[in-house]
């Protein structure tokens, strides 16, 4: 069971210092680990701040020891109450360098106030000013990483890394929902249509563009989680992509299945016949935002294979 920290003995606040800065040190080393490849500059700071961190933690186990002596128990930050807990790196990956960023500013800004407010709690002299210079050393963390990034993140770096970020963006987001939305707008164009004109009948079209879509979000999925699993071309992990794809797979289907909740079959498909156009066009204009596609060749191929398919379904509906 947790404790709350007023009951902590001068002794036991130190250690409980100690145990943070080793924390925290690993975890800004994890940091520098996982950016490394795409974000060397971060890095770069991450490892500095882990080294600021050792430092603290050897001027806390030197003051331990003139103090209490060699054995210091092992207290953490889940052992008190209200004390600043730290999402494991493992958890949050893949690492994304603007939540880095940020989760590094919230622990030196956290811990700080952390002992600010817990000095102000205590009425022994000597654990008052133990508490004042720890909240002064993470305030001179914040300054450090300012400094640190000031001196790594130039602004040629900065942006580099935001062309990096684009780019995992790109491969882990953007390209399986692209291939996702492309698959479900145009491949359920032709059932759609087909039990539209074959049955004149707005349910049953929804029915079979709500069936053709969900199936195609499944198995697309399903395909793109099987694909590969990320850990040499970057793209991420398999179960993000797999439901990234599915997911922009079924809205593409869906988005000209819905008019047919008209009853009106002839309304049900002008309006379903507005919706694919307005599909193919974002489509295309996502080609030219994230795939550097020109605007007109996107549109171009695109529109084409989905008119073709759309007048196959038609053909293959009236036949």
């Known amino acids: 069971m947790a404790r709350n920290f007023k009951d902590l003995s001068e002794q036991e606040i130190l250690a409980l210092a100690i145990s943070s800065e080793e924390t925290d040190a690993r975890i800004y080393a994890d940091f520098a680990a996982g950016l490394i490849a795409d ?11 882990e080294a600021e961190e050792d430092e603290h933690r050897r001027e806390l186990i030197e003051e331990y020891r ?7 128990p092992l207290i953490r930050r889940e052992d008190v109450n209200g004390f600043v807990h730290r999402k494991p790196v493992w958890m949050i990956r893949p690492l994304g360098i603007k939540t880095v960023r940020r989760q590094a500013e919230v622990m030196e ?17 000597s654990t008052r000013k133990l508490l004042g210079d720890l ?10 990483a300012d400094n640190l990034q000031q001196e790594y993140l130039t602004p040629e770096v900065e942006a580099q890394e935001e062309k990096a970020h684009r780019r995992l963006f790109v491969l882990q987001i953007v390209q399986p929902g ?18 539209a004109f074959a049955t004149h009948n707005s349910h049953a079209a929804f ?43 079924t809205a593409g289907g869906i988005g000209h299945t819905l008019p047919y ?12 016949v507005v919706v694919v156009a307005i599909e193919l066009l974002l489509i295309s204009w996502i080609r030219k935002r994230y795939m550097d596609t020109p605007f007109l060749r996107a549109a171009f191929q695109v529109i084409v294979g989905g008119v073709l398919v759309f007048l196959v379904g038609i053909w293959i509906g009236s036949s």
């Open 39 to 49: 974000y060397p500059a971060t890095a770069q700071i991450f490892k500095e701040m």
């Open 66 to 72: 003139r103090r209490f002596g060699e054995h210091i």
């Open 109 to 125: 800004t956290e811990t700080r106030r952390f002992y600010e407010r817990a000095a102000g709690k205590v009425s022994d002299a």
């Open 135 to 144: 909240a002064e050393a993470e305030r001179k963390h914040v300054t450090l």
């Open 178 to 195: 692209l291939a996702g939305l492309m698959d479900g707008s145009v491949s359920t164009l032709a059932p759609v249509f087909a039990a």
């Open 207 to 249: 029915l079979v563009g709500l069936a053709a879509s969900v199936g195609a979000g499944i198995s697309m999925g399903f395909a793109e989680a099987a694909s590969d699993d990320g850990s040499l071309t970057g793209r991420g992990k398999p179960l993000l992509r797999g439901v990234v794809c599915g997911l922009m797979t």
């Open 261 to 272: 909740l008209i009853p009106y079959f002839q309304t049900a498909t002008a309006v379903a």
